[in-house]
């Protein structure tokens, strides 16, 4: 079963100090966050989703998620190629499901279903 990408969707950086992050994040991007909570901080550059964790794993690095149609056949997909459950599908609020698999190399692959999500033209 092969599974069809959607193009990048989303990378949330792990960040141990979670207002300083907030605040570089903010002046870099020149933009404030659109969501800006305890638990995690989302902004919105050019349409794509660049959020903080201040839970995550920094030595694990960025997590990044792939737009698929269904989470749950991504998985299973990704799983019958040999990959191991990272973190579960799961609705994380507004009906966007994600999940991660880690591949048998040891990276970890984030999928992500957004119905929200469009992107934004560029300027470039």
């Known amino acids: 079963m092969s599974i069809r990408f959607l193009g990048l969707r989303t990378v949330i950086y792990p960040v141990p100090d979670l207002a300083a992050a907030t605040a570089w994040w903010s002046e870099f991007l020149g933009m404030a966050p659109y ?7 989302g902004f919105n550059p050019g349409g794509y989703e660049l959020g903080l964790l ?3 794993d920094e030595a694990a690095g960025a997590l990044t998620y792939w737009g698929v149609d269904d989470v749950t056949r991504a998985v299973e ?3 019958a190629a040999g990959a ?3 973190s579960p599908v799961g609705d994380v609020g507004e009906g966007i499901i994600t999940a991660t698999v ?3 190399q040891g990276s970890i692959v984030g ?4 119905p929200h999500f469009a992107l934004i033209p560029s300027d470039l």
Do not use: C, K, R
């Not at 969501?35 to 901080?41: D, G």
């Not at 999928?111 to 957004?114: A, E, S, T, V």
């Open 54 to 56: 201040p839970d995550g």
């Open 84 to 86: 191991i459950e990272h």
């Open 102 to 104: 880690q591949t048998p």
């Open 35 to 41: 969501f800006n909570e305890p638990f995690y901080v």
């Open 77 to 79: 997909s990704a799983l």
């Open 111 to 114: 999928f992500i279903f957004n």
